[in-house]
């Protein structure tokens, strides 16, 4: 396992299919697979005043954080193109530090 | 290890990364949207090969949306017209003979000139659509190729898409304001003067998708990272309108009520900055004596929105030391959308929300494709002006020097040729009865009534395939040089790739324009062309070359807060608004002069549950339409396959309950009817939309069915604006504004 991951604060996903969209591109993939994929939750009603409505990006099996990008010394493309600017790459270590707030995720995809 | 290392991502507009030249320029339509974000494009032996987000660029900061992530594909599409097509056999056969860009000129100037020697210039109408770059092109063409002053939208009914609302504020203030994400300034949310608001009301728009009008809409959801809340009204539950603190779901068309509602409440409980209105607003007397006619039980009513939700979401946005307040198209699609627009005017004037940090700010620069358009327009004779359509009818649209010709008047001189014949149609950027022509039908069949037509398209459309004599190829933003400024910065578009013998719309219009009438276009290439207009520019300062502006990919004009205090909105440089009184006209003297209502007003749409109620019993829907997609920009990317495997259906949205007691089931095909048409589209069951509202998207055609008509692409079987009208008739007393998201309709399973 690698010693890095992705940290998203899934709070503002907006599920606008950008990390779908450069992921695929940057690894080739036909458009039934995906090396990151946005998961919907709701809309369904809480309670009177709240709505569930959230958006969570999951890297897939597909996702190898970006190899070759990072070697060149950029960032993961999902990292780079998030239009909410939510994802993080970094150790899990520094990652795990970040995680301020409420409705972050971390994931460890390798 | 979150940023990336030092030196990857130069500040040089133009570098080598292994294989490929990189280049730091701006994205604009076509393909794509109507803001222009920072991209690199990596050629390869002069083909575009990959694009990223330009990190070096402050407008987003590298971020990209999945159009511009599809670009490659847009580009190399095999698909484009590639070469200049001349029509065999009749329109709509699909049949056609690929001619030299010479023979095109040629054919486009002899005709041309038999029908203005037959039926006088003004004959000819020039049509741009929202984007690709061509809404100066098309009028500079027009104007000083044609000498015609009948530039105008695609057929789009009372030109209602942002220009009521640009009405209402030019009438108001003397300026366009907008919502200040920090945009102005280069360091964007680090400026030291930049602060977040406490509230931004979101008026009818879905920003984080529509991104219209030179506004990011994500830069909503940066703020929103800051601690800013929202109040959302929009009939839909959107994603913005589920995290914020007071959603309204009012009925499509009811905005100018809903705001007048609003303005009841502060003036009523005094929440309003009495400082600020005293100082520097006009007419607040008789703005609170109109608004008595708005309590907060009778708008309710009318809105279908709660009493207390009306109340508490108003005094929220009042009592916020700084909110914002960001608008979109419901306001310009509905009859009386210039009375709409001056009463959402009213809520940030009178809460002293104007030009301040973080609020709505007055824009003085920065307007390029406007300053464009009067550069070249203004240099022609006088006399072209005569006789514009729409301008007899519609004082208010004959007043000042801009404007364009009306569309609703073009269809009725195609149809009736009252006032006078129209027999020619250039087009360039519009699939009209594709996309923005309401009463799609009526459209077309008008069009076929002009003798000669030129489509100037990136792909062969139910438009260019229904309508073109001549068809010519255009060119892609990576394919083109120009300018782009819309509010900040001003930047450029650099050509790093050709396609085919594609051309830009700069280049068409200078090419064209030189063999029409050579005097009035003295440039020798499409660069110096843009140097002049870049040197005569009332707004931005750049007085460079386009290489230098090119080398600097953007800048930044100076922006300050506060210009009303400053003496900088008025050309005499006193304190105040550039306005008949100087003041914020809360009562508009220059709609007085013209005998059009001074003061905000509501009035119910034409055909609604309350002014047709006889009607909706058979026809019970509100029906809004045009609800923008993140994967597609008006008519435009349904061929492209990386972004329509997310959309591959028309959809219209509809209550889950409203659809259950119609037995239709999410992703059912469903049929939607009313008086004026019928199409189909796929059920989407909206958890928490306003019952008793169907919301349908616009701009539908299917590149892979069948071309030649009657098919034309199926663009009549799930056309929204079949089911919308248009006309002198359907418009509103200013020009402006056309009931496209305020119909009525029944729904029915296919």
């Known amino acids: 396992m690698s010693t890095n991951g992705l940290l998203i604060d899934y709070e503002f996903c907006t599920g606008c299919h950008a990390c779908e969209v450069a992921c695929r591109t940057e690894l080739g993939l036909p458009v039934d697979k995906w090396g990151i994929q946005v998961l919907q939750m709701g809309p369904w009603q809480i309670d009177d005043k709240r709505w569930e409505y959230e958006f969570v990006p999951v890297p897939t099996e597909l996702c190898n954080l970006c190899e070759s990008r990072v070697e060149a010394g950029k960032l993961p493309t999902c990292v780079h193109h998030c239009q909410s600017a939510i994802i993080k790459y970094g150790s899990k270590e520094e990652l795990a530090e970040a995680m301020t707030k409420k409705k972050m995720v971390l994931f460890t995809p390798v | ?750």
Request: charged share 25%; proline share 6%; with cysteine.
């Open chain 2, 1 to 750: 290890m979150d940023a990336p290392k030092e030196g990857v991502y130069k500040q040089d507009w133009q570098w080598q990364e292994g294989e490929y030249t990189v280049t730091r320029t701006t994205q604009w339509s076509g393909p794509g949207c109507h803001n222009g974000c920072g991209v690199l494009l990596y050629t390869k032996d002069g083909k575009l090969e990959k694009v990223e987000g330009d990190p070096n660029m402050p407008f987003m900061q590298g971020r990209l949306c999945m159009r511009c992530l599809a670009l490659v594909e847009a580009v190399n599409h095999p698909d484009r017209v590639t070469h200049p097509l001349k029509r065999v056999g009749e329109r709509g056969e699909n049949k056609w003979e690929q001619i030299t860009w010479d023979e095109a000129y040629d054919i486009i100037v002899e005709r041309s000139r038999e029908i203005t020697e037959k039926y006088g210039a003004r004959a000819i109408a020039c049509q741009a659509g929202t984007g690709r770059n061509a809404t100066w092109q098309m009028p500079a063409l027009s104007w000083a190729g044609f000498k015609s002053p009948n530039d105008c939208g695609g057929f789009l009914s009372g030109d209602s898409c942002y220009t009521p609302r640009m009405a209402s504020m030019n009438a108001m203030f003397g300026c366009t304001l907008v919502v200040d994400c920090s945009q102005f300034f280069e360091d964007r949310y680090n400026n030291p003067e930049w602060k977040a608001p406490d509230y931004t009301l979101i008026w009818g728009c879905n920003p984080v998708v529509s991104n219209s009008d030179g506004f990011m809409g994500h830069w909503i959801v940066d703020t929103m990272k800051l601690g800013t809340k929202l109040i959302v009204v929009d009939p839909r539950l959107t994603w913005l309108a589920a995290k914020a603190e007071y959603h309204l779901q009012l009925r499509p068309g009811t905005d100018a009520a809903l705001a007048l509602g609003f303005l009841n409440v502060i003036i009523n409980e005094e929440l309003y900055d009495a400082d600020f209105v005293d100082k520097w607003t006009y007419g607040f007397d008789m703005l609170k004596e109109r608004v008595q006619d708005y309590p907060v039980s009778k708008v309710s009513e009318i809105t279908w929105v709660p009493e207390e939700l009306i109340v508490e979401a108003a005094r929220a946005y009042a009592k916020a030391d700084t909110a914002a307040l960001q608008w979109g198209l419901p306001i310009d699609q509905s009859q009386h959308g210039v009375a709409g627009g001056h009463a959402l005017g009213c809520l940030w004037a009178i809460t002293g929300n104007v030009d301040k940090p973080g609020a709505n700010i007055c824009v003085t620069t920065g307007y390029v494709q406007a300053d464009i358009r009067a550069a070249i327009m203004g240099q022609q004779p006088k006399e072209i002006r005569e006789g514009r359509l729409g301008d007899d009818q519609f004082p208010f649209r004959a007043h000042g020097p801009g404007g364009h010709a009306l569309p609703d008047a073009l269809l009725e001189a195609l149809e009736t040729e009252k006032p006078y014949p129209m027999k020619m149609l250039f087009i360039s950027s519009t699939n009209t009865f594709a996309n923005m022509g309401a009463a799609a039908k009526r459209v077309y069949e008008a069009m076929l009534k002009a003798e000669f037509i030129v489509v100037a398209e990136l792909f062969m459309t139910p438009t260019a395939v229904g309508c073109a004599d001549i068809v010519l190829p255009m060119a892609m933003s990576p394919e083109r040089n120009a300018l782009r400024g819309w509010w900040a910065p001003f930047r450029s578009i650099t050509k790093v790739t050709q396609t085919g013998e594609c051309k830009s719309d700069e280049t068409l219009v200078l090419e064209l324009g030189k063999r029409l009438n050579p005097e009035r276009w003295p440039w020798e290439n499409d660069i110096e062309m843009l140097e002049y207009c870049m040197h005569n520019l009332s707004s931005s300062k750049f007085s460079g070359t386009f290489e230098e502006l090119k080398e600097k990919v953007y800048v930044f004009d100076p922006f300050e807060y506060n210009k009303f205090e400053k003496g900088m909105l008025r050309p005499d440089g006193l304190q105040g608004f550039n306005t008949p009184s100087g003041r914020i006209e809360l009562y508009m003297h220059s709609f007085a002069d013209i005998d059009l209502d001074p003061l905000p007003y509501y009035v119910e749409p034409v055909e609604s549950p309350v002014s047709t109620p006889e009607l909706c019993e058979e026809y019970p829907f509100v029906l809004s339409t045009g609800q923008r997609s993140y994967e597609f920009f008006h008519s435009e990317h349904r061929q492209i396959a990386s972004l329509r495997a997310f959309h591959p259906d028309p959809m219209v949205e509809l209550n889950p309950a409203d659809a259950a007691k119609l037995g239709i089931s999410d992703g059912d095909w469903v049929h939607l009817e009313n008086p004026h048409g019928t199409c189909k589209m796929k059920a989407r069951l909206c958890p928490g939309q306003l019952s008793g509202v169907v919301c349908a998207e616009h701009g539908w055609w299917f590149p892979e069915k069948e071309a030649a008509a009657p098919s034309l692409f199926g663009v009549f079987e799930s056309n929204i604006n079949l089911l919308t009208t248009a006309g002198m008739d359907v418009i509103g007393p200013t020009g402006y504004g056309s009931p496209y998201k305020c119909q009525i309709c029944k729904v029915y399973k296919a």
